[in-house]
């Protein structure tokens, strides 16, 4: 299988400023265009650790794609680099990009600097890959079978880039169909989850591989990968056979989101949703708006973090908050009811529940949470026990709402 | 000086499925621990890429952070392969993270499986570092003086891990004395900072680094670094002197966050809050209520995503919103006061806009937000254009809500 490798040049990363997403991106595209890649690794800008890392690379994998370190300032020094390693006799200067650099300077009133200049200069003996979206032009250099792509860090540049090196790719190699699809199960463990395939995970061929892909917020994603003939069906086949082992564990396949599906099954239905939040805090409408055209189904949300606003809003009888407290499986049915009612919607989740670190007791500890779901037939109401943090015990609960409403709408 | 590299082993990396966030937090951190990263790497869950990668790392840091691969499940290698790389005679049940796992288990009244059983094994020769939040041990290794530590790759459980390894590792060898503080401003872009503090950062010594830390949830943060003597001191001079620059811009010093220094003013005040959110869609809300002891001070929220619960939870005049439309400065006001009002709350604020994709005209585009902020004294309204999506949006217009409440509160 062809293979290739990433390096990212570039202190900000070392240092934690900023987040590496172009690799990601960068993975994405070559692993759908059939390109395994077996590293991605981020340097300094440094001649001794760029030499050392292409060294490594050259050494594993058929090619190597390099971004960062071709900006005009001092401190960038990939192409001064790469031509060192590679053996380039001269600079010279590229004219179409030289032009580019000319025109974009001319369009902003400002003169070209001797920097700027440079930039248009490239190796010798390598091949340029035109940067129409900035002044750095991309290179291409082959040398004993090894291919080493260096191009802009600037993440729009480089994504306007790497579509030109993969089709030259494609004219150079021949490249498997490497398909992947991602099933999305929500509301069993991955230990559990493990154990329930357990045979059918046995019996994968060899040619498919399988990933657990765990989260809190999207439950536990199940990914098959594979280089054969005819692969989007034999996956198909597998995950129809899986489906049916996990039954309504399964929430959709990427790119479903418990939030997506849920807007899906309501379209469907043409029926409207509400939620009333205590402990999720708005978080679980949160997820609903984060789909676009949400409104349609989304008639909003009252989160009740005073028992005043409960009882005020929601209708909440405040004898019953006395008697049994908020934490509770009475008020979780009264706010799903309530909110059902005043926002005028078909259907409604609650949360009620003790989010931390404080406010816990021995008989409703912190991460406790009581839900209801609220449907124009019934009400029903449920209770679940979260060991996490304030931040992990808010997420799990709103994704416990999220996927009871969706086991409900489904039931229909 | 202690030099560290981070390897992070998982395909779901190398096929670009998810981003490598913790790699940079994890470096962020060490950093300003005074540990130098030389290289960051993400590599597959294979037991031939893992031994390379450390035999590799070995011999140029003092120091390999490896996260990823713990899990219960097949794929999942990294302990076994450490436990041949470090010659290790056998596995060890870890009694306190077997307790951990039987008592979350229980707590959710599921057996204990096999696979998780496993997860509390280590081997004899290398120490444990607990794992509080997850059922994954932590392990710190050590041979010819190189440590190795690995840790889960689940970020909450990483990001609670790190800070009893860097604890640790200052128990084993010195590190440089290094002092960060940051600086958190909202409401000023990062390139009008930059010119409005170039005078004050021309004239910083040379000992004392600046960094600027954008961010769309957070504003532009400013993080002063120095291993001199007497660092606190001094930054906090410099600091000192550049808030008179800046003047309300500042909101706080980390760990503050908007929400939490909202949410000290309002406890100084002994003052309520309410939010009634359209296109933010509870964000802001989730965002309050992510401040522990919040309950004292926020009532809740209205999110109005229909115009019905507008006008009937939120008394808004429906000929106003057919007259001028949901997205309006009306609107905003109508909704600050009638959330005010209706929650029974000292202060508000309000949000209407068009979040985007869809849903915008040319005089109301995409990313137009109306704002509303209510006092017992008056209710103002602004609007402002974002040009992100969807999320960003979102993300955006709760940030300058929160910042538009915490002017409020401090000019009283």
Known sequence: ???????????????????????????AQLNMAGVKINRITSISDKEKDITKALQSAEKYSDMVLITGGLGPTNDDITKQTLAKYFNSRKMLV???????????????????????????????????IPNRHGTAPGMWFEKNHTIVVAMPGVPDEMKKMLPDV????????????????????YGISESALAEKIDAWEQALPN???????????????????TAI??????????????????????YGYEPDTLESVVGKLLRRR??????????????IAHRITSISGSSEYFRGSVVAYSNEVKTNILGVNPS?????????????LQMAKGVRKALNADFAVSTTGIAGPAGGSSDKPVGMCWFGVSTPQETITFAKQFGMDREGNIASAAAVALNAIRLQLTEF
């Open 270 to 283: 043409k029926a409207s949703i509400a939620t009333a939040e205590s402990c999720t805090g708005g978080k």
């Open 1 to 27: 299988m062809f293979t290739a490798e990433i390096i990212t040049i570039g202190d900000e990363i070392l240092i934690g400023q900023i987040v590496d997403t172009n690799s990601a991106w960068m993975a």
């Open 229 to 250: 003939h005819n692969g989007n069906e034999i996956i198909a086949q597998l995950f129809e056979n899986l489906a049916n082992i996990l039954g309504n564990s399964v």
């Open 320 to 332: 019953d908050i006395e008697k049994y407290g908020a934490v509770s499986s009475k008020i979780a």
């Open 166 to 185: 993969i089709n030259r790719l494609k004219q150079r190699v021949s490249l498997p169909d490497i398909v992947h699809k991602t099933m999305l199960t």
């Open 94 to 128: 590229h004219q179409p990009s030289m032009d580019f650099i000319e025109a974009r300077f001319a369009m902003r009133g400002l003169a070209v600097s001797e920097l700027n200049r440079q930039q248009a200069e490239i190796p010798d003996n390598c091949t340029v």
């Open 207 to 225: 040619e498919i591989s399988l990933a657990y892909l765990p989260n809190i917020e999207t439950g536990v994603k199940l990914r098959l990968s």
